[in-house]
Each structure stands twice: as C-alpha cells, then as structure tokens.
DNA sequence: AGCACTGAAAGTCAAAGAAAGTCAAAAAGT
DNA sequence: ACTTTTTGACTTTCTTTGACTTTCAGTGCT
C-alpha cells in the first residue's frame, strides 16, 4: 500500500482520537510535523473527518487559533447523518417541524429545546422573501444538526 | 480554554468578579502582571466585557486614576425586555452572540441550549444575501426571547 | 484662593503579527 | 481520461504592540 501524505496524517489524527472524544490541533505545527503545506492538513480534515464520517470542526483564526475535531457518537450519529439528508434541500416549516418532533422522540433533545427549534424555524422568525425562506430553514436545521453532533459539553 | 493571554485576562478578571459585584482595576498593574503592554487591557475589557454581556466600564484617567467594571444585575423579565429592543434592529453575529452570552450568564438559557443559538444565527445558518441576513437574526432572537418569556416565573 | 505646571494614569487607533480558510492550478495516481 | 492529492498565493479573522492623545490630581507659585 503505497499511502500518501494525507492518509499518514489521517491515521496521525485518528488515533489521537483514539483516547479522546475531541482534540485540538495546530495547522501549522501539524503542518510542520508532516513537511507539507498547511492547507494540506484542511484537506485531510475535509475529505477524512467529514460530519458524514461523524466529525465535527472547530475553529478560531487568529492568534493563538486552533482547530478543534470532535468525534460524535455512534448511535446518535446515524440518525443525525440521515437528518442531514433532510436539510440538503430547503424545508418547509411542516417538515422541519417533523424532524424536530423526531429528535425530541430520540431524546437528542428536549422539550424545551423542542420549543425553542420549533419558534426559530417558524415563518414568523424567517420573516423574509418567500423564495429563499425555505433555503434558510433548512440551512438552520443542518447547523443545528452539527451542533447536536458535537458531544462535549 | 485559555489559549491567549487575552483569554486569561478574561478568566482573572471574570472570577475576580465571582464574589464582588463590581472591582476596581489598575490597568497598569494589570499590565504589569500579565506582562503585557497596558492596552491590552483595553482590548480584552473592549471585546469580552461589553455592555452586551452585561457589563458597566467605568473609568479615570489622570493621577490615581482607575477602571471600575461592574456586572449588571436586574431582573429577568427586565432583561427580557430590554433584550427584546436589542432586537428591533438588524444584528450582526457579534452582537447576536453577546446577547445569548448574556442569555447564559444570566440562566436564562443553559450551556447547551446557548451553543444551540450561537449556531443557528451563525453566517453559515443565515447563508444569504447578506443585506436581510442581520435582519433575519434578529427576527430570530426576538422569537426566541418571546419564547423564553413564556415560561417565566 | 486661583492658576499654571507636571507627572501619572487611562484612551485611541492603526500597524504588525499570528493563526486558520479558500481556491484553483499543478502533479501524481489509477 | 479522470480522480485524488499536493502546493501556494491570497484572504479573513483575531490578537498583540506601541506611538500618540487626553484627562486628572497634586503641587507650587502668585
């Protein structure tokens, strides 16, 4: 198996993952680590640790930035992939509402928290151009979803 | 996480504040302390205690001169109400922050249910054109706070 | 008492620095 | 040929630094 960079820092983060549910990581010293340029370490990040694969992204720019990757449990996580899927195409307020009613029913969230999705993604909270409405909506849900993905507190 | 100097200025501060309802600074000894130049106390006091988060600066220059930072106390639905004027402009994800920030500090809203909102009114959720997209936010906030107001005591 | 001087604060603002992000071209695999 | 990987120039965001400004209390002089 003749692997590349990118799969070696892939492994490399993958099993820094393997003690902790989230780490942090610096581009640059990775970027160092591994001789290679540091937008290389946001191309492994994007192809290996997608939301998809179960994998959440963090980060700040600036000085002292950081990257943080969280990895999000199994069981939940199938299913949040599948909501996913939902919110790949604008939402309507009813179906949105559906998804809601089903994350509360898995107990990903609660009842409050229910209420308060339920408010945000309501017409009155996307007062604006039809068109785009649901667009915005589904948009809402998805970082809504990745939000529930990250399992830290 | 204190990853710069400014998050640890915060931190000294913020529990500086945990017994006392207002402290009384020294920008320069500060400085001194944390060695660093005296407007970096500026900086953090400008980006982390602002009046959004519920903070009062006040301050004297000149001889014996001094910074005074208070939190702010009032009640909920004070705040509420207040909140709800924050609300009738268009907001920016700074000041959208600020306000669940606030939100949280004042266990309005817990820790998960905080970082539930920062995502949502987040540029990526609002992905659109960006002329209604503050305008969009505070519609957001103003439901969600109606929400809260609901279950008030 | 009133006034000017002085030095000790704090404030401002913009440049420099330090990350991370983006995007597309070039290179390498298959 | 087509897909994946590698590279680097350019952008954006946040922090740190420092030169310069403003304000004030105290002091000494008339």
């Known amino acids: 198996m003749n692997r590349s960079i990118s799969d070696v820092i892939e492994q490399f983060i993958m099993s820094s993952l393997d003690d902790n549910d989230f780490i942090e990581l610096s581009r640059n010293d990775l970027a160092k680590f591994f001789s290679c340029v540091p937008s290389q370490i946001n191309y492994v990040l994007n192809t290996r640790f ?3 694969r179960g994998f959440v ?4 720019r600036g000085g ?3 990257i943080k990757l969280t990895r999000m ?3 939940d996580s199938n299913f949040l992939k599948n909501s996913l899927e939902c919110c790949a195409k604008p939402m309507t307020v009813l179906e949105a509402n559906q998804l809601i009613q089903n994350m509360l029913d898995k107990k990903l969230i609660n009842e409050r928290e229910a209420n308060l999705l339920k408010c945000i993604i309501s017409a009155k909270a996307l ?3 039809i ?3 649901n667009t915005i909506r589904s948009n809402i849900m998805r970082q809504v979803i990745i939000e529930l993905s990250k ?3």
């Open 50 to 52: 997608t939301i998809n």
């Open 57 to 60: 992204i963090e980060s700040q």
């Open 64 to 66: 002292s930035g950081y």
């Open 73 to 75: 449990h199994d069981n």
């Open 127 to 129: 007062n604006n151009p």
């Open 131 to 133: 068109n785009i409405d």
């Open 151 to 153: 399992n830290d507190k």
